[in-house]
């Protein structure tokens, strides 16, 4: 399978708790998005890395949220001391290579926090 | 207001019907225009990418564009209950915007038999 996959797919947590969701883009796309996507919206936009540099964080994406991609490679989404606000499907997205206009789009992570 | 405001719908439809799914903008620096396909707790996935006005044509759908009235439309002929799902427009602005998408809130359809 050569899309992007994400990790876990379902996640349910207790308020409080500290979540780490994982991102594998497609191999030869240096541009990975993350987006939170909340029921009957929309995907927003969270952040934008290019390679393994951050450069773009929305509003959206408070203190408690960091995201990484040390390697150019896969990305990780943390989110520390988990809020009932916070529930809702985290997606992944990257472009480069060929497509280089167009994002693809992984199955996403569903955060469920009790 | 919203900078991407789509149709909401929902949409019912018989099989083999023309579909048409609409969103208009305000940002002008948009440049990019998208249409994806979610079906129910699956990412969304891409149907058509165009980034000029006019009409961009694949199969079944036909994807418009007039930037003069910031208005886009995705149509679907002979629609099929494999169709049903929800849609959304996306776009993007250029340059330092790094390629991040603005995404209308979706339109659900269901193509019934």
């Known amino acids: 399978d050569t899309g992007v996959s994400q990790n876990p797919r379902h996640k349910i947590t207790k308020r409080g708790q500290n979540v780490t969701f994982r991102c594998d883009p497609i191999?030869?796309?240096?541009?990975l998005y993350w987006y939170r996507q909340t029921l009957g919206q929309g995907p927003e936009f969270l952040t934008y890395?290019?390679?393994?540099?951050?450069?773009?964080k929305s509003r959206l994406l408070s203190d408690r949220f960091s995201a990484e991609r040390p390697k150019g490679s896969f990305s990780t989404l943390e989110i520390q001391r988990t809020e009932q606000g916070d529930s809702a499907m985290y997606l992944c997205a990257s472009r480069g290579g060929s497509s280089y206009n167009e994002q693809f789009f992984g199955p996403g992570t569903r955060l469920t926090v009790l | 207001q919203k900078e991407v405001e789509q149709d909401p719908g929902p949409l019912s439809v018989p099989e083999g019907a023309i579909v048409s799914l609409n969103c208009t903008y305000s940002?002008?620096?948009?440049?990019?225009f998208m249409w994806y396909r979610q079906y129910s707790r699956k990412g969304p996935e891409l149907l058509m990418y165009?980034?000029?006005?006019g009409n961009k044509e694949d199969g079944r759908f036909t994807a418009q564009v007039d930037k003069s009235s910031k208005y886009i439309s995705l149509f679907i002929r002979d629609s099929q209950p494999s169709d049903s799902a929800t849609y959304l427009c996306a776009m993007s602005a250029g340059g330092t915007s790094y390629g991040k998408l603005t995404f209308g809130q979706g339109t659900i359809l269901t193509v019934h038999p």
């Open positions: 165009t980034y000029s006005s």
């Open positions: 890395f290019q390679n393994e540099a951050q450069l773009e």
């Open positions: 191999s030869e796309h240096n541009r």
């Open positions: 940002n002008s620096a948009f440049q990019y």
